[in-house]
């Protein structure tokens, strides 16, 4: 089962995945937080740099892949992870015997 991202968590993701900042670059929160802002402002928002994403994964998923682990690394390290909230009908129930 895929685990489920928090949208703030995905949308920081993406945002770095957009940035001018290299993977094999050691940012720092201020530098992330930074680099997060000026590519959402790049791209016309976090919608924009969903979009860019996107395309970056159909036109080079060799590359797009790696970028990705690295930005939600990057983003978990600096943001701790965020599970996603659970809505009434993704809860599963135990069964008593």
């Known amino acids: 089962m895929i685990a489920k991202v928090d949208p703030l968590?995905?949308?920081r993701a993406e945002a770095l995945f957009t940035s001018h900042l290299s993977t094999s670059s050691s940012p720092t929160a201020a530098d992330v937080a930074d680099a997060i802002r000026s590519a959402v402002r790049a791209h016309g928002?976090?919608?924009?740099c969903a979009a860019d994403v996107a395309a970056a994964y159909g036109d080079h998923p060799e590359i797009?892949?790696?970028?990705?682990?690295?930005?939600?690394?990057?983003?978990?390290?600096?943001y701790g992870v965020r599970p996603a909230p659970?809505?009434?009908d993704q809860r599963s129930w135990a069964l008593v015997a």
């Open 9 to 11: 968590t995905a949308a």
């Open 45 to 48: 928002g976090t919608r924009g």
């Open 64 to 78: 797009a892949a790696p970028r990705m682990r690295w930005a939600r690394g990057v983003v978990d390290e600096i």
């Open 86 to 88: 659970v809505t009434p």
